[in-house]
C-alpha cells in the first residue's frame, strides 16, 4: 500500500504501465464536477468510481481483496480510516470469491491503519487486505480502478 498525495503520485508513474495514465487523469479532473456513479477512463482497463457513504463509527468491516485490480482511494471529502494487513498474513483458504465483482471478504483483523484526509490518495495492490470506510460522518470519495 501507499500512502501520499495527488501531486505526489507522479513519483509512482513507473510503478505500473498505466499509472501514467491516471497521473494525467488525476491532475486534469475536477473531482467535485463529477457525478457519483462510474466513469471511464480507458475501457474497463482504467475507470473511477465516485461514491458518497456515510460511515458510523469505529466498527471495522470485514477486509476485503481483489485479485483483478489496483485501487486508488481519493478521499475528496471528509476524514477516512483504512484498515490493512498484508494478504500473505491471511487465512486464504476456502474463501467465496465473487469474480464478476472482483472482490472477496477474510475474516481476519487490520494490523494497521492509515487516515485519510482530502486529496489524499491510498493505492491499494491486490496483496493489500483492507477495510475502508472507517470514521464518522459522510465522506465523498472516487476510487480508480487499475487493471493489474
Known sequence: MI???????????N?????AKVYEFMIKTDFSKLAVGQHPIMGKEIYCIISENSVEGLEIPKLEVHDSYIDIHILLEGSETIGHRDRSRCNGDNIAYNQSEDIAFLDETPENFINLEPMNIAVIFPYDAHAPLIGNGTIKKAVIKILF
Not at 500512502?3 to 508513474?13: A, L
Not at 510503478?15 to 499509472?19: A, D, I, L, V
Open 3 to 13: 500512502v501520499d498525495s495527488i501531486k505526489g503520485f507522479e513519483r509512482y508513474i
Open 15 to 19: 510503478f505500473h504501465p498505466r499509472f
